[in-house]
């Protein structure tokens, strides 16, 4: 049911966005796009993708979106700012459905947590965009770390520490 709820969410954030492309004077199509996130999702292992996908993925959404949320509400755009938000509550649903179920895929697997937190450090790294996205004031750092959206989503202290460790030695997206 919980994988069921995120794809019904995911079809809707993709309609939300293509009206607020329209909305800023943009197109579906005008900006080119990769394979990257197909990719970061594609792990064999259950408890790798869920990691992967739910909770270094969706992480990172909530990390941009709140930034967005907050360059709208500064630009004074209400459409784009709403719009974000109601993602934003839908992304932090999809980490703590992440948790629930990495959590119960690791039941009776004593080695999976390692090899999930692996697994988002990897994803986390690779979306540090070169140092970019880091701890900060949301007016002096380009793309903040959402620590208190991260503590909503289920982010332990620790987990966020970590996060802000691997922003510190990122390479180059």
Known sequence: MDMARQVWDESRHV??????????????????????????????????????????LEGLACDVFNQLVHIARKIGDPILERAVDFVLADEITHVRMGSKWLNEADRGRPRAPAAGDRVQESIDERFNLGGVRREGDHDAVPISIATDVRRLAGFTEEEIERLIKTTQRSQVY
């Not at 293509?18 to 800023?24: F, V």
């Open 15 to 56: 309609e939300i966005y293509l009206r607020l492309l329209e909305h800023l004077g943009g197109y579906a199509g005008e900006f080119p796009e990769t394979t990257i996130l197909w990719r970061c999702a594609c792990a064999e292992d259950a408890a790798a993708r869920v990691a992967g996908v739910n909770r270094g």
